[in-house]
């Protein structure tokens, strides 16, 4: 049984950085792998969930760049966190560093 990362998965799916895109492809498709609705699913909700967030928080692009240096990522920009958010393209630690940075003290997967 072959396991890959989701982050193959994603790259597979969203074709946002083309080197990574075309190793994704070849490890999948070379295996026969079908990819689970579920996640394609995943993706769509984790950024969907982040918005609402933002929103509920009244956060800005600009202002989730502050918060976010204050967690370590100092290298996010405004139009990088709109690229992820639109594309549902960013890592577990991106997501948490948002939750903290949203000030979100717990997440339900149901609410996800």
């Known amino acids: 049984m072959l396991a890959i990362d989701t982050n193959v998965i994603v790259r597979y799916l969203v074709n946002d950085d083309h080197a990574q895109a075309a190793q994704a492809r070849r490890l999948i498709d070379n295996n026969a792998m079908v990819l689970p609705k579920a996640e394609e699913e995943w993706v769509r909700r984790a950024s969907a969930f982040l918005k609402s967030e933002m929103k509920k928080a009244d956060v800005t692009y600009a202002e989730l760049v502050k918060r976010l240096k204050k967690h370590g990522l100092k290298d996010e920009t405004e139009a990088g966190i709109t690229m992820k958010l639109k594309r549902g393209t960013f890592?577990?630690?991106?997501?948490?560093?948002?939750?903290?940075?949203?000030?979100?003290?717990q997440v339900a997967l149901m609410d996800i």
């Open 91 to 105: 890592s577990a630690v991106f997501f948490l560093a948002c939750v903290a940075s949203l000030e979100i003290e």
